[in-house]
């Protein structure tokens, strides 16, 4: 740094010029299914709050649901 507070970008190395790669640094989160928890592929069915399920997942609580309400 300089006196004034700037830095001085010719004392600092530079990854590239040095030959260095950078590593990724962010991970790719992949997206499961709420309800059993396996990989979500193709378009998923977008509950209420928020969380994301698969088709046969979603028929399947629709179904538990009807059968646990009473009459």
Same mark, same amino acid.
């Given at each position: 740094m300089s006196a004034d507070g700037n830095a001085k970008f010719d004392s600092l190395p530079h990854p590239l010029a040095m030959g260095e790669? $950078?590593? #990724?640094?962010r991970r790719v989160r992949q997206r499961?299914?709420?309800?059993?928890?396996? #990989? +979500?592929n @193709?378009? #998923?069915v977008l509950l209420? $709050? @928020? &969380? $994301? *399920?698969? *088709?046969?997942?979603?028929?399947? +609580? &629709?179904?538990?649901l009807t059968k646990d309400r009473p009459n």
């Open positions: 790669k $950078s590593a #990724p640094t499961v299914c709420a309800h059993c928890d396996r #990989p +979500l @193709g378009l #998923p209420k $709050s @928020g &969380q $994301s *399920v698969h *088709v046969d997942c979603y028929f399947l +609580l &629709q179904k538990k």
